[in-house]
């Protein structure tokens, strides 16, 4: 099985600020990775799918990078509406699995 | 714009079967994958299978005794069955959209999730 690991678990940022949250996966994965965002009560959100490719609909701020077994969510200039729980995923294998999440919560 | 709405009893009893259906919406359920996946309260998000239009499905091996999918393309609808149910199947539990025709399988469209609640 291969195993997805975020970090943070939790940051704490102030609006305007950069967030960087990592994911590692514990075997290559090419650049089968996609990003979610979670709001309380909600369901999840795609953001990112392929690593680096931005889901229609979702603002520019978000981007992704990397490949085989890091990665990297980027949110430029934080908002008050980016506050949530962030998810990577692995779509390299059926059923592919999360990370276990990332809250950013405001400073 | 397609959506995602469950259905089904929010409350099941332990030893019984927690059954729940998706509708479809706004697209046709042909030609996808379909999924359930939950999240206990406070934790992350678990796959419990897909199936893909045709009726072929993938369950998680943890839960894959337990676990019957389903799927009536005349009704624009799949469903979940999961038997012999404890405490530890309490979870809000989503059903999804599993996008393919990029090639990289992410997960589209997202039912807003049901909670269900395992107690006598």
């Known amino acids: 099985d291969i195993q997805m690991t975020q970090s943070p678990s939790s940051l704490s940022a102030s609006v305007g600020d950069r967030v960087t949250i990592t994911c590692r996966a514990s075997?290559?994965?090419?650049?089968?990775l996609n990003w979610y965002q979670q709001k309380p009560g909600k369901a999840p959100k795609l953001l990112i799918y392929?690593?680096?490719s931005l889901q229609s609909g979702v603002p520019s701020r978000f981007s992704g990078s990397g490949s085989g077994t890091d990665f990297t969510l980027t949110i430029t200039s934080l908002q008050p509406e980016d506050f949530a729980t962030y998810y990577c995923?692995?779509?390299?294998?059926?059923?592919?699995?999360f990370g276990q999440g990332t809250k950013v919560e405001i400073k | 714009q397609v959506q995602l709405q469950e259905s089904g009893p929010g409350l099941v009893k332990p030893s019984e079967t927690l059954s729940l259906t998706c509708t479809v919406s706004?697209?046709?359920?042909?030609?996808?994958?379909w999924s359930w996946i939950r999240q206990p309260a406070g934790k992350g998000l678990e796959w419990i299978g897909r199936?893909?239009?045709?009726?072929?499905?993938n369950y998680n091996p943890s839960l894959k005794s337990r676990v019957t999918m389903s799927v009536d393309t005349s009704k624009n609808q799949f469903s979940l069955k999961l038997n012999s149910v404890t405490a530890a199947d309490t979870a809000v539990y989503f059903c999804?959209?599993?996008?393919?025709?990029?090639?990289?399988?992410?997960?589209?469209?997202w039912g807003q999730g049901t909670l269900v609640t395992v107690s006598s």
């Open positions: 999804a959209r599993v996008e393919y025709y990029s090639g990289w399988y992410p997960v589209d469209y």
């Open positions: 706004g697209g046709s359920i042909s030609s996808y994958y």
């Open positions: 199936i893909y239009s045709s009726g072929s499905t």
């Open positions: 075997q290559s994965i090419s650049s089968y």
């Open positions: 392929a690593a680096s």
């Open positions: 995923q692995q779509s390299y294998s059926t059923l592919g699995s």
